[in-house]
T-cell receptor, first 114, second 111 residues
Framework: GAVVSQHPSRVICKSGTSVKIECRSL??????MFWYRQFPKQSLMLMAT?????????EQGVEKDKFLINHASLTLSTLTVTSAHPEDSSFYIC??????????FGPGTRLTVL | GQSLEQPSEVTAVEGAIVQINCTYQ??????LSWYQQHDGGAPTFLSY????GLEETGRFSSFLSRSDSYGYLLLQELQMKDSASYFC????????????FGTGTRLQVFP
């Protein structure tokens, strides 16, 4: 199946700093990617849809100025958590649609804000 | 809106069979998918049902009843490595590229 990578896998930062997470489709092109957030023992909550060459579409309740998404190429989407606070600590996962009704997920990024 | 309900936790022993249920409410239906996620890992695709009935893939099978808005994942010959969270998911009827996930079921397999 298709491979999606994320970097970094784990990041610890101080409150007030910004953190950038990269999501890459390694062996296919993805015009659309998705960003999810997952708190411990909870489900995946879609944050936004990243569209190559255009603005991201954010889900209701997600602050677009706090979670900046850039999809500059067909293989790369980035999520920047700006002015991070402890409540932003979570597991962030990206994905892209493959064929056969399957969505391929990256390995996730564990963000801890101190 | 769309919602998918699952039992929060299921336990079983190695070699047993377990069924994880999913009931959904959606204004438009484009099939039911199942994903497995180990702790700290990425969700991985298990199965997809567009039509009623049972789909079998090795030890895992998935069932769908559209008239009941219900599906289940059946895991047979359980192994310790099957301990994970399992999520059902449907496509957002307003944007079928998007997946909406169920509440998730944590399966613990004991020796």
């Amino acid at each position: 199946g298709a491979v999606v990578s994320q970097h970094p896998s784990r990041v610890i930062c101080k409150s007030g700093t910004s953190v950038k997470i990269e999501c890459r489709s390694l062996d296919f092109q993805a015009t659309t990617m998705f960003w999810y957030r997952q708190f411990p023992k909870q489900s995946l909550m879609l944050m936004a849809t990243s569209n190559e060459g255009s603005k991201a579409t954010y889900e209701q309740g997600v602050e677009k100025d706090k979670f900046l998404i850039n999809h500059a190429s067909l293989t790369l989407s980035t999520l920047t958590v700006t002015s991070a606070h402890p409540e932003d600590s979570s597991f962030y996962i990206c994905s892209a649609n493959g064929g056969n009704n399957e969505q391929f997920f990256g390995p996730g990024t564990r963000l801890t804000v101190l | 809106g769309q919602s998918l309900e699952q039992p929060s936790e299921v336990t079983a022993v190695e070699g047993a069979i377990v069924q994880i249920n999913c009931t959904y409410q959606t204004s438009g239906f484009y099939g039911l998918s199942w994903y497995q996620q180990h702790d700290g890992g990425a969700p991985t695709f298990l199965s997809y049902n567009a039509l009623d009935g049972l789909e079998e893939t090795g030890r895992f099978s998935s069932f769908l009843s559209r008239s009941d808005s219900y599906g289940y994942l059946l895991l047979q010959e359980l192994q310790m490595k099957d301990s994970a969270s399992y999520f059902c998911a449907v496509r957002d009827p307003y944007n079928t590229d998007k997946l909406i996930f169920g509440t998730g079921t944590r399966l613990q397999v004991f020796p």
